[in-house]
């Protein structure tokens, strides 16, 4: 189980994920994030050097909103 589990399996049902690796973000990016969470089941965000991360990291219930072959 990772963080993200952890916070599921308490009953949230809306996360949003920020990496400490995000220097530029600003508010006017996490309030659009917020607005996309609203409509989405989930809203994944370009990083500015295209790194790239494991679905694993995000949590199994992340995982089991993403399209089959998307990952």
């Given at each position: 189980?990772?963080?993200?589990?952890?916070?599921?399996?308490?009953?949230?049902?809306?996360?949003?994920?920020?990496g400490?690796?995000?220097?530029?973000?600003?508010?006017?990016?996490?309030?659009?994030?917020?607005?996309?969470?609203?409509?989405?089941?989930?809203?994944?965000?370009?990083?500015?050097?295209?790194?790239?991360?494991?679905?694993?990291?995000?949590?199994?219930?992340?995982?089991?909103?993403?399209?089959?072959?998307?990952?």
């Open positions: 189980m990772n963080v993200t589990d952890d916070i599921f399996s308490k009953g949230y049902t809306k996360v949003i994920l920020i400490s690796d995000m220097p530029l973000m600003t508010s006017e990016l996490l309030n659009q994030t917020t607005f996309d969470r609203e409509v989405h089941d989930c809203v994944l965000g370009s990083a500015v050097q295209s790194a790239k991360f494991s679905m694993e990291s995000i949590g199994a219930q992340a995982r089991s909103l993403a399209k089959p072959g998307t990952f």
